[in-house]
């Protein structure tokens, strides 16, 4: 599809698939604007009475014109399949906002509030939604809300419509709407929607209502295994206020929910209007100088009459005084879990190690990161991702407060003692609510059994988590890429400098994944590694990104399900072969096999920002940031992307955050250097840059940026130094003529910056992958050769 043009909709590329069919972002010819176009899936489009509704409803839907709901812009037919064609946006959905968390009380409000919004609209034009739910309200890069999907509405009269044509069943898919004859998501439907009854506007409050009980607590309010424990808990239970759960949320936001919640419509807000204005009086109520918690709303005291005042009044005051306390006490104050309530949420700290650090520390990382790996496979369970761990590593801190900060509901905690050729290994599962212990031993074995002590561990805590885990969850969970003890403490070692990120680390990472390869040949993981190694080191030492097409080939020839081999080869694809589709198509495969690998999203991002696709890589990058949150790699990629789409004053800003946790990350230093030189702060420029080239070991690609740096000072003499010392270092190994080109575009010597180009060109030096985006090559872009040079890499049409 990716390519084609329909009817007047070039088809760029695809952005997402659900239950309803594939979304493609598209350039509208005829406006030259960009668009979503989503296509009704194979099977949806066999059924004509479904292609009917979402036609007929999609026409109702287009009469909505409201900031808060996405636009839909046209309708048509692509040979069978039915498409719409909506406003694009940049963002992420409310689930993803989420992610399992609870959002602050100012955060819920300002986007319930544009929600409700959009709802009350859709009302008022006689339009209820029937899918309200977290993944179809959407929060943009500036916080604005879309509430989408609104094409599988129903138009109705002011009063109730029967359903009775359209009976709902079972969908237990927390995202999934089945339009063929199920309407809604279970976990969102109303008690009427669940029994198939008539409905109207209040359908959609009650459903609005599960999204801000799980704005409020991170969590669903109706939760089972299965649609009948689901259906039962709509119809026959109600949930524990949302303050329980999280002590933040005011008493008056727990009353909010619970009428939205109410089963008995006709005791549920009767219209959007109610439920917003209760909303905005809360925002209001909740402002900067007061508190949020800690007294009740006026509705719930009751004043004395004017004559009782005196010792009525001063008791009723005492009275209120002790009530307001009490409450704001029983707010804060940390509320017991239900003993039989499942564990949503894990954090696995640093395992520690005794002796010297140097002797363990390799492995107490490793088994940690494996853990780590091992947990986020299993559903319905949220892991504290590695750098937000690994920011505790040698704090010494209790367990309990560690895991009350990073609101989780577990916390895995572990020790290792090498003695001679045994190890040690003490590992603990917690639970944070009372801190007592859920299940804890000590594995005393020689270091080559280190793997099946891993596997002893997770299945422990995979017992304690889930016991119920299928087989094939569990199997997922505790997968070994090698059998060989040896080769995976190599691997460990490998993993452990190349999250260091240094020049030198990538050099001894590179060792130790041959040597982990040398002692077991079909170690997919482990070449893998070396790739993504050789990738990394390749950005400062160009000889070394040779290595890394070959280490990802042999990855994927022993396991084609690998992700990371799939993201390495991704790489290749753009910065040594060159071949732009493949290399989206392999990044792709990568997200697809492991949603929850950030380094898939990044790289994927980095490749969108290459490509200049700017909005969609920051959504990639920021959805990376989700997942490593304290990631120097994807923070300062991010950095990149802004330095790369102009926005320069973002790009510094990203960078300075990206150094305040790690101080000594070439790469930032290298962009934050480049982005104060464009910036005219040429001092700041010069620092930062020779500071990279220290940490990067003088690589002639960083030397050519502080070459460039001094062409913009306007020191002549500095950076024409810098290029006779590039000509000198080039007799004795490999300078990328791009390095030579950055300098001389600075200069203002065009001729000689494109014939340096042209010959990068001509060396398949990597660097020239960027050029089109590169803010030190803008003063060429409307020169001849330059756009000629585009044209070759197939960079520009």
């Known amino acids: 599809m990716i390519g084609e043009t329909v009817t007047h909709y ?66 048509g037919r692509h040979g069978d399949l039915p498409f719409l064609v909506m406003e694009l946006l940049d963002g992420t959905t409310l689930r993803r906002r989420i992610g399992g968390l609870a959002l602050s009380v ?36 500036r916080g604005q809300v879309k509430v989408l999907d609104f094409g599988l509405a129903k138009l109705v009269n002011r009063t109730a419509v ?67 424990l689901i259906f039962d808990a709509i119809l026959n239970h109600t949930p524990a206020p949302p303050s329980a759960i999280n002590p933040r949320v005011p008493s008056e936001l727990d009353h909010i929910i619970a009428k939205a919640l109410e089963k008995d419509r006709d005791l549920r807000y009767q219209t959007t209007a109610e439920l917003r204005a209760d909303l905005k009086r809360l925002k209001r109520e909740t ?158 074995r020689p270091t080559a059994d280190l793997l099946a002590v891993q596997d002893e561990i997770a299945g422990e805590i995979l017992d304690k988590l889930r016991p119920r885990l299928s087989g094939e969850d569990k199997k997922r969970a505790t997968k070994r890429y090698t059998e060989n003890a040896e080769a995976y403490q190599l691997y460990l070692q490998g993993r452990y400098h190349s999250n260091k990120g240094t020049i030198a680390s990538y050099k001894k990472a590179i060792e130790y994944f041959q040597q982990a390869i040398g002692k077991d040949p079909k170690y997919a993981l482990a070449y893998a590694g070396l790739a993504d190694a050789s990738l990394s080191l390749g950005s400062y030492w160009v000889e070394a ?52 690998l950030a380094l898939a999203h990044d790289q994927y991002g980095v490749y969108l920002a290459t490509m200049g696709r700017f909005p969609n890589a920051t959504s990639e990058l920021k959805r990376a940031l989700d997942l490593e949150p304290l990631s120097p790699v994807i923070n300062s990629d991010l950095g990149w992307t802004f330095l790369f789409a102009g926005q320069r004053a973002d790009a510094i800003a990203q960078f300075r955050r990206t150094l305040e946790f790690d101080s000594n990350a070439v790469s930032v230093h290298r962009g934050l250097g480049i982005a104060y030189s464009e910036e005219g702060r040429h001092e700041e420029a010069i620092a930062e840059l020779k500071q990279a080239l220290t940490l990067a070991e003088n690589s002639p690609v960083v030397l050519g940026q502080l070459g460039a740096a001094y062409a913009r000072q306007g020191k002549r003499t500095e950076a024409d130094a810098v290029l006779k010392n590039l000509q000198e270092l080039s007799a004795r190994e490999y300078v990328p003529s791009s390095a030579l080109a950055v300098v001389y575009a600075a200069l203002g010597d065009k001729t000689r910056a494109l014939d340096a180009l042209d010959k990068a060109y001509e060396e398949h030096d990597f660097s020239v992958v960027q050029i089109a985006v590169a803010p030190w090559f803008k003063s060429l872009r409307e020169e001849p050769r330059f756009v000629a040079l585009l044209q070759k890499l197939k960079l520009k049409s």
């Not at 004509?48 to 287009?62: K, W």
């Not at 009350?120 to 890069?141: L, M, Q, W, Y």
């Not at 359903?163 to 279970?186: F, I, K, P, V, Y």
């Not at 790489?571 to 732009?580: A, F, Q």
């Open 545 to 596: 990104i040779s290595d890394a097409k070959a280490a990802a080939l042999n990855a994927l020839q022993i396991d084609p399900g690998l992700a990371e081999a799939h993201v390495a080869l991704g790489n290749i694809k753009m910065w040594l072969d060159w071949d732009w589709p493949a290399a989206e198509r392999e990044l792709l495969q990568g997200i697809s096999l492991n949603t929850n």
């Open 287 to 444: 402002g900067p100088t007061r508190m949020t918690t800690a007294a009740p709303s006026a509705r719930s005291v009751a004043q004395p009459p004017a004559k009782a005042w005196g010792r009525t009044a001063a008791i009723a005051g005492a009275g209120v005084v002790v009530l307001a306390a009490a409450i704001a006490l029983w707010q804060f104050w940390p509320k017991p879990t239900p003993a039989n309530a499942p564990i949503d949420s894990v954090a696995v700290l640093p395992f520690t190690t005794a002796g010297a650090a140097g002797d363990t520390e390799y492995l107490t990382d490793g088994i940690t990161e494996s853990l780590i790996n091992g947990l986020a496979q299993l559903p319905d369970l949220r892991v504290s991702a590695r750098s937000v761990v690994f920011k505790y590593k040698g704090q010494n801190k209790d367990p309990q407060d560690v895991g009350k900060e990073l609101q989780v509901r577990a916390v895995v905690t572990g020790r290792v003692t090498a003695r001679g050729d045994r190890l040690v290994i003490q590992a603990e599962l917690m639970d944070v609510a009372n801190a007592s212990q859920l299940w804890g031993d000590s594995y005393n």
């Open 106 to 141: 100012d955060t819920l409000l300002e986007l319930a509030g544009q929600a409700a919004e959009a709802l009350e609209a859709a009302h008022n034009a006689g339009i209820v939604h029937r899918d309200i739910k977290s993944a179809n309200i959407f929060v943009t890069d």
């Open 162 to 228: 029967p359903d009775s044509a359209e009976t709902t069943t079972a969908d237990t898919g927390r995202d999934s709407t089945d339009t063929g004859h199920t309407l809604g998501t279970l976990s969102y439907m109303s008690p009427e929607q669940a029994r198939g009854e008539e409905l109207d506007a209040r359908t959609d409050l009650f459903s609005f209502g599960v999204v801000l009980y799980e704005m409020a607590t991170g969590r669903d309010p109706f939760e089972g295994r299965t649609s009948a």
């Open 10 to 75: 070039r088809i760029l590329d695809r952005i997402g698939e659900g239950g309803m069919g594939v979304v493609y972002r598209a350039e509208d010819t005829r406006l030259g604007r960009q668009v979503a176009v989503k296509f009704l899936s194979a099977k949806l489009s066999q059924d004509q009475s479904a292609v009917d509704r979402f036609q007929r409803e999609a026409r109702a839907a287009s009469s909505l014109n409201h900031p808060h709901i996405c636009a839909l812009y046209d309708i």
